[in-house]
């Protein structure tokens, strides 16, 4: 197993990099994002362990870019911030887990070994939403009809994962607004109905059955029959 840890306090870096070794992992070590970045671009890893105070960027926004650039693999956050909003936070933002400092090891290689098991396609049921031939891939981010994968953006998957979740159910803009942008954004903003064209641009192309219906003046559903 290939794991990449992003840690810049020497001397974590260093218990982490011998204690992994020994657990059995090959281990990749950066102090740094732009380093984490291209460790991460070179090779691929099976797991990550991302410090969120690194001296030159967030964690989280490191996550997020990696996630960007197309990273699947599990995350592990290990910070010392300690509070439910920075946990929710690292959470929703790209990380899988979450684990405060000071950590004890054997917690830290049992929620890795969980990570992994989950990222297998053994464990994979529950990380998977299907609507008719429709399928999305929660861990890795990836969504496909009839087994051809749509080629989504990290945003227009959030807002297909949304309207699969409500399959059947009119959304109304909203709600969408509310549930995939954080109502960060003006209401009378056309956001949604473009991102909806975008994406049903990809999801109801060519050849395929359209799923996703407008109902005027309301918003939309995804046909679940
Ligand atoms: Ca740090």
Redesign the pocket.
Known sequence: MRLLLV???LE?QGFLQRSLTEAGYQVEAAGDGRTAERLAIESSHDVLIV?????DQDGISLILRLRQLGLTAPVLIL??RRSVDDRVRGLEQGGDDYLTKPFALAELLARLRNLLKRNNASGAEATRLRVLDLELDLLRREASRSGTRLNLTPQEFVLLEYLCRNAGRVVTRSMILDQVWGMRIQPDTNVVDVHIYRLRGKVDADGYGPLIRTLRGVGYVLRDR
């Open positions: 840690e810049d306090e974590i410090d969120l105070g690194l001296p910070s010392a």
